[in-house]
């Protein structure tokens, strides 16, 4: 990887919001508009930047009917590889969203989403827990989301109105 002057700084800028236009970054890192274009290509090719996407309030998309969970899985690590072969395989699955390595009482924890709870089951029960190093799975489905990405979806609108008594 290449030394990227304010690569630091461009990726932050690019995490909080990703439509600014490149004039608009290159200002607020402090770049030329021609530096801060090289910089980003730069960040891409490297795997630095790896996408780009929307933060979205799924609560409020009505049509939407997925179900999403967050499952705890305890494993036992393979020999010479740890946990990234079976993290590989893992990940593989088109359902799952999210894979983390944990530190703590369970060793991976990876968001899944399904067409209901049904779904997520079967996935667990049919792929997860048959994998010969899974010792154990616990399944959390997610009720309702109120901050993702560091945006919060909703907040309690505090009521302004005057008592009124007669």
């Known amino acids: 990887m290449s030394e990227i002057k304010n690569a630091e700084k461009l990726v932050k800028i690019l995490h909080s919001n990703c439509r ?20 980003i290509d730069q960040l891409e090719k ?14 409020k998309v009505p049509e939407r009917k997925t179900v999403s969970a967050y499952i705890e899985l305890k494993v036992t690590p393979q020999r010479h590889n740890g946990f990234n072969r079976l993290a590989e395989r893992i990940y593989q699955y088109p359902q ?8 703590g009482s369970y060793d991976f924890g990876i968001t899944v989403e399904g067409d209901n709870i049904k779904d997520i089951s079967l996935f667990v ?8 190093a899974v010792l154990s799975t616990s399944t959390h489905f997610v009720l309702k989301t109120y901050k993702e990405g560091g945006v919060v979806f909703e907040t309690e609108n505090e ?7 007669l």
């Open 20 to 39: 600014l236009s490149l004039e608009q970054i290159a200002t607020m890192a402090d770049m030329s508009i021609a530096e801060a274009g090289a910089a």
């Open 46 to 59: 490297d795997g630095v930047i790896v996408g780009y996407g929307a933060i979205v309030n799924w609560n």
């Open 96 to 103: 799952v969203k999210c894979l983390n390595l944990m530190s």
């Open 125 to 132: 029960s049919e792929h997860l827990a048959p994998m010969e």
């Open 159 to 165: 009521d302004d109105r005057e008592v009124m008594s």
